[in-house]
T-cell receptor, first 110, second 114 residues
Framework: GESVGLHLPTLSVQEGDNSIINCAYS??????FIWYKQESGKGPQFIID?????DKRQGQRVTVLLNKTVKHLSLQIAATQPGDSAVYFC?????????FGSGTKLNVKP | EAEVAQSPRYKITEKSQAVAFWCDPI?????LYWYRQILGQGPELLVQ????????DSQLPKDRFSAERLKGVDSTLKIQPAELGDSAMYLC????????????FGPGTRLTVT
């Protein structure tokens, strides 16, 4: 099976600081990489995706960076807010099959 | 805003019993997914439907799990007999097109097998 893993299971940041969540993947043939956010008691929610031929993509307060050389993906959240507290999953899309990593829990301290 | 509906939200069952979960995707979404999420892990795809057809069930334990989407709208996932290791969150998601990254997830059904 695919291997999509995360470097840190828990990340604590101060409100207003920037957050960086990292993810390693194993399949260099994946077409897209996706970030999802899962709040407690809810299903995952799509945040942003990046195609494998790109190295950076920006959204609202979020930036995803892709380093294919080292098979590394990161999600940067600017000015982290209490509402950003959740578990973040990276996922890869390989021929329309989705493989999720094990998640990083982001704690935002007031 | 349209949402994916799932029921029940919580289910406790004894091992060897049968259990069923229901999902109603967002109207117009032809693609429906069932995932299993073990606590502390990411979702794992069990089955994917395109309309009423199964397009991927390679990770579905077919000796005990079954899924159907008879009219291409709502879907049912069944486990019979349930085992202790089936305790998990069962998530349903839908998307307008197959392979679309913006999948819309329901709140899930938390299954506990005792």
């Amino acid at each position: 099976g695919e291997s999509v893993g995360l470097h840190l299971p828990t990340l604590s940041v101060q409100e207003g600081d920037n957050s960086i969540i990292n993810c390693a993947y194993s399949n260099s043939a994946s077409d897209y990489f996706i970030w999802y956010k899962q709040e407690s008691g809810k299903g995952p929610q799509f945040i942003i995706d990046i195609r494998s031929n790109m190295d950076k993509r920006q959204g609202q307060r979020v930036t995803v960076l892709l380093n294919k050389t080292v098979k590394h993906l990161s999600l940067q959240i600017a000015a982290t807010q209490p509402g950003d507290s959740a578990v973040y999953f990276c996922a890869e899309n390989n021929f329309n099959k989705f493989y999720f990593g094990s998640g990083t829990k982001l704690n935002v301290k007031p | 805003e349209a949402e994916v509906a799932q029921s029940p939200r919580y289910k406790i069952t004894e091992k060897s019993q049968a259990v069923a979960f229901w999902c109603d995707p967002i109207s117009g979404h032809a693609t429906l997914y069932w995932y299993r999420q073990i606590l502390g892990q990411g979702p794992e795809l069990l089955v994917q439907f395109q309309d009423e057809s199964v397009v991927d069930d390679s990770q579905l334990p077919k000796d005990r799990f079954s899924a159907e989407r008879l009219k291409g709208v709502d879907s049912t996932l069944k486990i019979q007999p349930a085992e202790l290791g089936d305790s998990a969150m069962y998530l349903c998601a839908s998307s307008f097109l197959p392979g679309e990254h913006e999948q819309y997830f329901g709140p899930g059904t938390r299954l506990t097998v005792t």
